[in-house]
């Protein structure tokens, strides 16, 4: 166990929630904040404290995750009177989980730095399933030695925890595996809908496949879901388009074309537009939906 014991996360959504979950049944004293209090009552019922804003977070921890929705949401939070930067202590050090653009994470640690705390991006991968199961996969850019004195606190909800470099690395790694992801959402969705037409068992195609050379994540995960019709976000399409989008900037910076990923993130748009946005990443499905 890690010798931090004051433990603060601001964001308790989907993901956010299970995380502060395994803190603390790690025996984290954990405060926490997020935009409707109703939400995170079980939270609190389970021994978390309550804050009023990040910046009340920030101001009574060693650590400070934070876990939001979009760039916009992370400046918000980090930055003005209530926020984590403003009423941070100097040695306090701040980790990003949100998937955000490595133009940010580079502007926080470098404004981290100039007020004496320490910063993190790092951005996970596994979903709601990965989070409640405590197994997410954890891409982490800034300082080593940061990473190093960090590293048992992203045990308590990771599992492939991997230094990626400098500030931003995190993110840029995580743009990697979303740039993967929007590919294989389109290979399960085709796998799905040829299978039917063919007058198969869907549920026993994906016995044979997902454990074969075509297995992945998304199949193994969220093609079930696709075949009950269960659309719930474990992931929201929303937050998926964002992360498409940021990828697609990035890409353009460095002069790199990637068709599969404007394709993915074309098909997801019209399905945003016809009112799925809320819904998990497996509602792509209805995109071949007769």
Known sequence: MSDIVN???????????????HLLSAGHDVSIYTRTKEKAQDLLDLGATWAESPGEVASQVEVIFTMVGYPSDVEEIYYGDTGIFEN????????DLTTSTP????????????????????????GDVGAKSGVLSIMVGGDKEVFDKIQPLFSTFGENVV??????????????NQIAIASS???ACEAITYAKEAKLDPELVLKSITT???GSWSLTN????????????GFYMKHFIKDMGIA???????????????????????????????EGTQSLIKAYNK
């Open 7 to 21: 433990v603060g996360f601001v964001g308790t959504g989907v993901m956010g929630k299970s995380i502060v979950k």
């Open 88 to 95: 941070g202590k100097s040695d306090l050090i701040v980790i």
């Open 103 to 126: 133009t940010l994470a580079i502007e926080l640690y470098k404004k981290a730095q100039s007020l004496g705390m320490s910063s993190l991006d790092a951005p996970v991968s596994g």
């Open 163 to 176: 230094y990626q470099g400098k500030a931003g690395a995190g993110q840029h790694t995580k743009m990697a």
């Open 185 to 187: 959402m389109i290979a």
């Open 212 to 214: 074969g050379a075509a």
């Open 222 to 233: 969220l093609a079930p879901r696709m075949l009950n019709a269960d659309y719930e976000a």
């Open 248 to 278: 697609l900037d990035e890409s353009k910076k460095m002069n790199v074309t990637l068709p599969g990923l404007e394709m993915a993130y074309a098909m997801y748009q019209n399905l945003a537009e016809q009112g799925f946005a809320n």
